[in-house]
């Protein structure tokens, strides 16, 4: 029994001499880790974490503004001179085509019909009573008179300003009793059953009839390009972050009336975001379908869904995200790590790691170049 006892004894100094050994070799190494403690277990566990250092561009030096359009707008004009009489629409109605949108004061254009009805009725029973070389004279002052008549209607018809097509009244620039000369704007009228909207593509997307993704104030909804255009000049600061880009009309149907010109609108290629340049493998898909970038902030894994802007090459690609100054870019880690774990630096004999993934003593992968205050 004695002797039994010794053995296990020894067995069990053995072990504790084992594991000794094992760990003081995974410390003299110095694999870069990092301490996290899982809610499941509730124990700290060793994972390797490989991340880097980011520079941040602030989103503002891209910002363009971008806002939705009726596919048509008009600003109806006064066709000629004369005083407002009344305005039939206010802004916000809804116009048929064809409907009265304002009225001219029409006392002379009446008053100069009624003159030309009353010339045409004097050459026509002229033209009866005449005879002989008089009979042609006559014959041509009726066609006078009548012409004289077609003028004074269509005077008369210009005091009555119609919508030349359905659409929705955004502005009114004329009240009753003010006097107009032809040619000042009186309504704008636009057609908002479909809206636009010019924006920077990818070479790729900018394919006419291909559709394309966009945000309306947050609202997720899908765009038809129209046509492509050479890129415009207010888009030219973005070629800094895509290279092969162009200019694109697009259109969105709005029968249901849910988007209102004038709404403000978002594409992948304008960042919202500061932007970092970060490498390719650090953006995953998560299984719902969008992408994925991992940080650590403060000792804590975050995950951000990242606006994909464009290649750096091969193996790198600008990206933009509610990044921090101070955030690191995880590149790869031994195993997956959920949005919220807490991670520590791990210690070494002798020494300390100042954060995971990084040699002792050693700067990050990629240090900034600077750092942005947000």
Excluded: W
């Excluded at 403690?37 to 363009?64: F, N, W």
């Excluded at 849910?258 to 992948?268: E, H, L």
């Amino acid at each position: 029994m004695i002797k039994t006892f010794q053995n296990q004894q020894t067995n069990i100094h053995q072990l504790i001499l084992n594991r000794s050994i094992l760990g003081l070799l995974l410390l003299t190494f110095g694999i870069p880790t990092a301490v996290f403690s899982q809610e499941k277990t509730g124990e700290p566990q060793t994972v390797s974490i490989q991340r880097e250092a980011i520079t941040l561009r602030h989103p503002r030096d891209y910002y363009v503004p971008l806002n939705l359009k009726p596919l048509r707008l008009l600003t109806i004009a006064a066709p000629i001179d004369g005083i407002i009489h009344t305005v039939e629409v206010k802004p916000g109605d809804k116009s048929t085509t064809k409907a009265v949108v304002v009225r001219l004061d029409s006392a002379i254009p009446q008053a100069e019909l009624d003159r030309a009805e009353a010339a045409l009725e004097v050459a026509r029973e002229e033209l009866k009573n005449a005879t002989g070389k008089a009979a042609a004279v006559a014959k041509a002052n009726v066609a006078l008179a009548e012409a004289d008549l077609k003028l004074a209607g269509i005077r008369m018809e210009q005091t009555i300003i119609r919508a030349p097509f359905a659409g929705e009244i955004f502005r009114i620039f004329a009240a009753p009793g003010e006097f107009v000369r032809a040619g000042e704007p009186l309504v704008e009228l636009g057609d908002t059953s479909k809206l636009q909207v010019e924006v920077p593509l990818s070479r790729e997307q900018a394919q006419k009839g291909a559709s394309i993704s966009l945000n309306v104030e947050e609202q997720a909804t899908q765009a038809t390009v129209d046509h492509v255009l050479p890129l415009a000049s207010q888009f030219e600061k973005l070629r800094d972050l895509a290279k092969s880009i162009t200019s694109a009309i697009v259109i969105l149907d709005n029968k249901n009336a849910q988007f209102k010109p004038g709404q403000s609108v978002s594409v992948d290629l304008i960042p919202r975001y500061p932007i970092a340049e970060v490498p390719t493998v650090s953006v995953t898909n998560t299984p719902e379908g969008t992408r994925k970038v991992q940080i650590v902030r403060e000792n804590v894994i975050r995950d951000l869904t990242p606006q994909i802007l464009g290649q750096i090459g091969p193996g790198r690609l600008f990206v933009s995200a509610p990044f921090n100054k101070d955030d690191e870019i995880i590149v790869s880690t031994s195993q997956p790590l959920a949005d919220g774990t807490q991670v520590q630096p791990r210690l070494t004999v002798g020494k300390s790691e100042t954060s995971p993934g990084t040699t002792p003593g050693s700067q990050p992968a990629k240090p900034p170049e600077k750092k942005i205050s947000f």
